[in-house]
């Protein structure tokens, strides 16, 4: 694990990366499908694996590919207004709705 006080933009992005691929959508299902609501916890350091032999560029790339996926697959889930107002298990902050979820 890399112990600086501050990121690179490498570290975001691949920060970034690791969300899409482990966090908010994964969330989305737990709250709209799964039975036990608890979210996993979100490893806040992993990217600093993930990156390793990793260009920035392809890192863009990555994330945008990733995030594109992501949307295209939350809209095609039908979310009434109902949905919104669902909730799970945030690890630290507790429950949480997914118009919470969503917003952040």
């Known amino acids: 694990m890399k112990e600086a006080e501050t990121w ?6 691949s920060h970034l990366i690791h969300g899409e691929k482990t966090d908010w959508m994964a969330r989305v299902k737990v709250i709209l499908y799964e039975e036990d609501k ?10 600093f694996e993930e990156g390793m032999g990793k260009n920035l560029q392809e890192l863009l790339a990555e994330f945008k590919k990733l995030r594109s996926n992501n949307l295209k697959e939350l809209s095609g889930i039908v979310i009434t207004e109902i949905d919104f107002d669902k909730t799970g298990i945030h690890p630290e902050f507790g429950e ?8 952040t």
């Open 38 to 47: 608890h979210f996993k916890v979100f490893d806040r350091f992993a990217q």
């Open 96 to 103: 949480v709705t997914l118009k919470q979820l969503l917003s």
């Open 8 to 13: 690179s933009a490498f570290d975001v992005v």
